[in-house]
C-alpha cells in the first residue's frame, strides 16, 4: 500500500468542516482519556485508519475520533508512521466498519 501525503487535504473546506463537526460530535472531549473516566479537552481530530494509508475514508464518521494532544501522540509512532498498540486497539474497535467498507469498495 502506498502511503499519500496529502498537506492540501487538511486545508480544503471539507475537512475543515469535518474536523468542527467531529469535535462538536464529541463534545470537545477527548474519546481515549474518556475511557479511563477523565475529562480532557481535545483538539484533534485523528483519522483511525490513518490518512496517508486509507485517504478515501478521510471523511467517514466512524473513522474519525476526537484527541486531546498526548492521547493523539500516543496513537502512532512518529518515527516510523506506524500505529502503536493504543492505535491498533482503536483500529481494533472499528474493523467492523473497516471490513465492510473494504467489501462493498471491491
Not at 464529541?26 to 490513518?50: G, L, M, P, Q, S
Not at 476526537?66 to 474497535?93: F, V, Y
Request: hydrophobic share 25%; net charge positive.
Amino acid at each position: 500500500m502506498s502511503r499519500t501525503r496529502n498537506n492540501s487535504f487538511y486545508k480544503s473546506n471539507r475537512w475543515i468542516i469535518k474536523r468542527l463537526k467531529v469535535l462538536k460530535r464529541d463534545k470537545y472531549e477527548c474519546r481515549n482519556c474518556k475511557r479511563y473516566f477523565k475529562t480532557t479537552e481535545a483538539k484533534t481530530v485523528h483519522h483511525i485508519y490513518f490518512y496517508e494509508d486509507y485517504p478515501d475514508l478521510g471523511l467517514m464518521n466512524w473513522n474519525l475520533i476526537s484527541l486531546c494532544d498526548g492521547c493523539h501522540n500516543k496513537m502512532h509512532n512518529r518515527l516510523t508512521d506506524e500505529p502503536t498498540k493504543l492505535g491498533i486497539e482503536w483500529q481494533a474497535k472499528r474493523k467492523i466498519e473497516f471490513d465492510l467498507y473494504t467489501q462493498n469498495k471491491c
